[in-house]
């Protein structure tokens, strides 16, 4: 199986504060993982790709100070939202895959992390 | 660049009928991956069907086949004796290799009893 945690599922904070979501793949190693936004009734929308021991890739529009992202080991990525605002809410999904052809391209997603930033 | 498009925003079946959802695609790669996922209300993202565009076959898991025409560029996904457990939102995708998954928009499953 290919098994993706998400912690916290949920967190309600105030406006200003920092949120840290984490990711981990728990029974393979992840060469890549992938961060995620969606808004209600709408697709994923990727924010950044992230390497095993290197710096993400952001996508075209989100700013790389405000959604800093770390990969420190194969089966661990953080994203931590800085000085959250009410427009930061939103339900964040982060993947990971095992970087292979085929099916093994397969992304595996983790459970999700509501925010809600008050 | 790649693009996927989901025309039904919304489908309605019966239970136990078999339903088809729509996805086209365009890339200019030769060699690309197709894949299904399911996200119910709970919001994770469940990986139904992979299909490889080398593939000579149609894929296949349990109650989900992908109904691949490579000409037509569609990659339509059938699933078989619909149960109320279907009930989701189901996003097509696709990758080539080393690239970032591209997502349709979508389409919301409603299974009727």
């Known amino acids: 199986g290919a098994v993706v945690s998400q912690h916290p599922s949920r967190v309600i904070c105030k406006s200003g504060t920092s949120v840290k979501i984490e990711c981990r793949s728990l029974?393979?190693?992840?060469?890549?993982m992938f961060w995620y936004r969606q808004f209600p009734k709408q697709s994923l929308m990727l924010m950044a790709t992230?390497?095993?021991?290197?710096?993400?890739?952001?996508e075209q529009g989100v700013e790389k100070d405000k959604f800093l992202i770390n990969h420190a080991s194969l089966t661990l990525s953080t994203l931590t939202v800085t000085s959250a605002h009410p427009e930061d809410s939103s339900f964040y999904i982060c993947s990971a895959n095992k970087g292979l052809a085929g099916v093994e391209d397969t992304q595996y997603f983790g459970p999700g992390t509501r925010l809600t930033v008050l | 660049a790649q693009k996927i498009t989901q025309t039904q925003p919304g489908m309605f079946v019966q239970e136990k009928e078999a339903v088809t959802l729509d996805c086209t695609y365009d890339t200019s790669d030769p060699s690309y991956g197709l894949f299904w996922y399911k996200q119910p209300s709970s919001g994770e993202m469940i990986f139904l069907i992979y299909?490889?565009?080398?593939?000579?076959q149609n894929a296949t898991e349990g109650r989900y086949s992908l109904n691949f025409q490579k000409a037509r560029k569609s990659a339509n996904l059938v699933i078989s004796a619909s149960q109320l457990g279907d009930s989701a939102m189901y996003f097509c995708?696709?990758?080539?290799?080393?690239?970032?998954?591209?997502f349709g928009p979508g389409t919301r499953l409603s299974v009727l009893p």
């Open positions: 029974d393979f190693q992840a060469t890549t």
């Open positions: 992230s390497n095993e021991g290197s710096k993400a890739t952001y």
């Open positions: 995708a696709m990758t080539n290799l080393g690239q970032n998954f591209v």
């Open positions: 299909q490889g565009s080398y593939d000579q």
